[in-house]
Each structure stands twice: as C-alpha cells, then as structure tokens.
C-alpha cells in the first residue's frame, strides 16, 4: 500500500510534503536516480526527498546525492517541495516512484 496523501505543512507558503513505497526490487539504485532527477529537473520547484519525514533531506536533482541515500525496496521515500509548479512535481515524482521507475 502506498502513502501518497499529500500535504501542506503550512496553508499559504510552506511546502507540500508526500511519501510513497520504493516498489522496484533493487531500491534507488542507479537507474533509478537518475531517472528520478531527471523527472526532478523537468520542474522549477525545488524538490528534496528522505527517508524519514524529519530529514535529513536531499537535494532530488543531483544524481549523486540521490544514489547516496541507497533506499532499499520496501523503504518509504518523503518528498518536500517548493515552488510554483511544486503541485505536479509531487504528482510526477510520487507516480515514477509508485511505478517502479518502470521496472518493478
């Protein structure tokens, strides 16, 4: 089951927050980053992700840092994001996440 109920910690300016389960059967491990930020790149917002909702959070558009994190399956990513088209940066993140990057 996936929790992709998304969030605004703060109703006028804070970031929208959201997690969902790592489905593929190797984690985010290279492909999977990479594939990450370039769907993180396509947008403006800023979007960082971790695995807890208390942080520590990554930057979602350096591969690097991405790869860093080494979720494995079955871990839960958080996602915060801010900016004026962070609504569909969450959507596109949590639906890439939530299909297995295409691999699952």
């Known amino acids: 089951m996936h929790d992709a109920h998304a969030s605004r910690t703060d109703e006028t300016s804070g970031p929208l927050?959201?997690?969902a389960v790592l489905v593929n059967k190797v984690g985010l491990h290279a492909r999977p980053s990479v594939k990450l930020t370039?769907?993180?790149?396509?947008?403006v917002a800023k979007i960082?992700?971790?695995?807890?909702?208390?942080?520590?959070?990554?930057?979602?558009k350096s591969p690097v840092k991405v790869m860093r994190v080494?979720?494995?399956?079955?871990?839960?990513?958080h996602f915060r994001v801010?900016?004026?088209?962070?609504?569909?940066?969450?959507?596109?993140?949590?639906?890439l996440v939530r299909?297995?990057?295409g691999e699952a």
């Open 99 to 101: 299909d297995g990057f």
């Open 70 to 77: 080494k979720a494995p399956q079955g871990a839960t990513l």
């Open 38 to 43: 370039q769907c993180a790149k396509s947008f």
């Open 17 to 19: 927050t959201a997690s």
């Open 82 to 95: 801010t900016g004026p088209d962070g609504e569909a940066a969450l959507a596109a993140v949590l639906a």
């Open 48 to 60: 960082e992700l971790a695995l807890t909702g208390d942080g520590p959070w990554t930057d979602a």
